[in-house]
C-alpha cells in the first residue's frame, strides 16, 4: 500500500523511501535550543577551509562557468592517472562519491535484485537500494563493530548484483585489509560488482593495504570509490573519483547525468591532487587529534571500537538519543544512531576539548553495560 498523493504517483519504491537525513548544523541546533556557538561534529566534515590554492583555483574557474564544464572530466581523469598509477582508462569521476555510488547502482541494480553490505554502515546504501527497487540483504557487524566478511561472503548469491564495503565504516570506523577483502572476492563470481567505499582512504592504516594497488589489477569485478570531501576538505564541491576495471568503468559513465560534475568541482580537484603534500600535513594533524581524543575516552572508561577514520563512535546503546540531545543542549551537534552510538567527528584541538568537556557532564561511561 502506498499514499494517495493529490498531484502525480511517485514510484512505489519512491513513495516508501525515507528522505536522506543529512547530520545537523550548528545554526539549526542553535535555533531549537535557544543556544549560541554550537560547534557541529556531524558530518564528518574537514574543520579547516580548503586550503588557499584551491580556493584561488575555483575563484578563477567562477569567470567561465556561463560554458557548460567537460563531462567527462577528461583533465582530472588523466591527473587521477597518473597521480595514482593507473590507465586513464580504470579511472571515472563523479558528483561526490556518493554520486558514483548512485551510478553504480543504476548501472547494475535492476528491481528485485540484491545488493549486499554489513550493517550497519553508510546510510546510502538501503535509500539507493529502495531507489532501484532492489533487494537489501544484510549482514550484522561482529562484537568489535566491526565487519563480519565470513557472514558476507555466505549472504552473496548469484541474484547479487553488488557487494558494498565501507572501509573504513560509516559509522562505526572499522576498517578491513585487503587481504581480507581479497579472500572474500576469491570466492565471489565475476558477474558480482564489489564496491569498495573509501570516503576515509586518507585516514586508515596503511598497513590494512590499499585496494587501488592491491585488488583492481587482480580481480576485475572490484571497484574503489573516493573522495576530495573528507581529508581534503571539499565537502561543499562535490567531487569524487572511481578506479576500476575499464569495462565497469565505461558502463558506470553512461549514467553520469549531463555536466554532474561542475567546472569548479574539476578544478578545484586538480588543485587538490597538486596540493597532496599540504593536504597530507592536515591529515597528520587530523590522526593526532584522533590519538588524543581516542586515548582521553579510554582514560575515562570508554570501550572503542577501532577508529580508522575522521571521527570516533561511542556505542552507547539505548541511552544514545538522551545522550545525544543532552550535547546537542551544550552545542555540541553529532550524529547518533538511536539505541546503537554516536558518531562525532573529529574536529580542531578546540572544538574536540569542547566535545570531550560536554560528554564527561553528560555521561558517565561507567555505565556502559
Ligand atoms: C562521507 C562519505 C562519502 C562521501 O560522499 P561524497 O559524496 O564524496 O561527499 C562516501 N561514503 C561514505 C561511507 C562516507 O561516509
Known amino acids: 500500500m502506498t499514499a494517495t498523493h493529490s498531484v502525480g504517483r511517485p514510484r512505489p519504491a519512491v513513495d516508501l523511501m525515507p528522505s536522506y537525513r543529512p547530520g545537523k548544523g550548528a545554526a539549526q541546533a542553535e535555533a531549537e535550543h535557544g543556544i549560541t556557538n554550537a560547534i557541529k561534529l556531524a558530518s564528518n566534515e574537514n574543520p579547516l577551509p580548503p586550503?588557499?590554492?584551491?580556493?584561488?583555483?575555483?575563484?578563477?574557474?567562477?569567470?567561465?562557468?556561463?560554458?557548460?564544464?567537460d563531462h567527462r572530466a577528461t583533465a582530472v581523469r588523466e591527473r587521477l592517472s597518473t597521480w595514482l598509477g593507473v590507465d586513464v582508462e580504470s579511472v571515472t569521476v563523479g558528483a561526490g562519491s556518493v554520486g558514483l555510488l548512485q551510478q553504480l547502482f543504476?548501472?547494475?541494480?535492476d528491481p528485485g535484485d540484491e545488493?549486499?553490505?554489513?550493517?550497519?554502515?553508510?546510510?546510502?546504501?538501503?535509500?539507493?537500494?529502495?531507489?532501484?527497487?532492489?533487494?537489501?540483504?544484510?549482514?550484522?557487524?561482529n562484537a568489535a563493530h566491526a565487519f563480519d566478511l565470513d557472514a558476507v561472503a555466505a549472504a552473496v548469491t548469484e541474484r547479487t548484483k553488488l557487494v558494498l564495503l565501507a572501509t573504513p565504516n560509516n559509522p562505526t570506523g572499522t576498517a578491513v585489509s585487503t587481504v581480507d577483502i581479497a579472500t572474500l572476492v576469491d570466492g565471489i563470481s565475476p558477474a558480482?560488482?564489489?564496491?569498495?567505499?573509501?570516503?576515509?582512504?586518507?585516514?586508515?592504516?596503511?598497513a590494512l593495504g590499499?585496494?587501488?594497488?592491491?585488488?583492481?589489477?587482480?580481480?576485475?569485478?572490484?571497484?574503489?570509490t573516493r573522495t576530495f570531501s573528507k581529508a581534503q576538505g571539499l565537502a561543499g564541491i562535490r567531487a569524487g573519483y572511481a578506479i576500476g576495471h575499464p569495462e565497469v568503468i565505461a558502463a558506470v559513465d553512461k549514467t553520469l547525468f549531463p555536466f554532474?560534475?561542475?567546472?569548479?568541482?574539476?578544478?578545484?580537484?586538480?588543485?587538490?591532487?597538486?596540493?597532496?603534500?599540504?593536504?597530507?600535513?592536515?591529515?597528520?594533524?587530523?590522526?593526532?587529534?584522533?590519538?588524543?581524543?581516542?586515548?582521553?575516552?579510554?582514560?575515562?572508561?570508554?570501550?572503542?571500537?577501532?577508529?580508522?577514520?575522521?571521527?570516533?563512535?561511542?556505542?552507547?546503546?539505548?541511552?544514545?538519543?538522551?545522550?545525544?540531545l543532552g550535547l546537542e543542549r551544550r552545542g555540541v551537534v553529532t550524529r547518533p544512531f538511536s539505541n546503537e552510538g554516536i558518531r562525532v567527528t573529529v574536529s580542531t584541538p578546540d572544538e574536540n576539548d569542547r566535545f570531550l568537556r560536554t560528554l564527561a557532564e553528560v555521561f558517565q561511561p561507567t555505565t556502559v553495560s
Open 51 to 69: 586550503i588557499q590554492a584551491i580556493v584561488d583555483a575555483v575563484s578563477a574557474a567562477a569567470t567561465g562557468a556561463n560554458r557548460y564544464a
Open 106 to 109: 543504476l548501472t547494475y541494480v
Open 115 to 141: 545488493v549486499v553490505y554489513p550493517w550497519r554502515s553508510f546510510e546510502v546504501y538501503p535509500v539507493y537500494t529502495q531507489l532501484m527497487a532492489g533487494t537489501a540483504i544484510t549482514t550484522p557487524l
Open 192 to 206: 558480482t560488482i564489489i564496491v569498495i567505499d573509501e570516503a576515509y582512504r586518507e585516514f586508515l592504516d596503511p
Open 210 to 224: 590499499d585496494p587501488v594497488r592491491d585488488l583492481v589489477p587482480r580481480y576485475p569485478n572490484v571497484i574503489v
Open 260 to 324: 554532474a560534475v561542475s567546472a569548479l568541482a574539476q578544478v578545484a580537484a586538480i588543485a587538490a591532487i597538486d596540493a597532496a603534500d599540504e593536504i597530507a600535513l592536515r591529515v597528520s594533524a587530523i590522526l593526532s587529534e584522533r590519538a588524543r581524543v581516542i586515548s582521553e575516552l579510554v582514560a575515562t572508561g570508554w570501550q572503542l571500537p577501532d577508529a580508522q577514520a575522521n571521527f570516533v563512535y561511542l556505542p552507547i546503546g539505548e541511552r544514545t538519543d538522551e545522550v545525544y
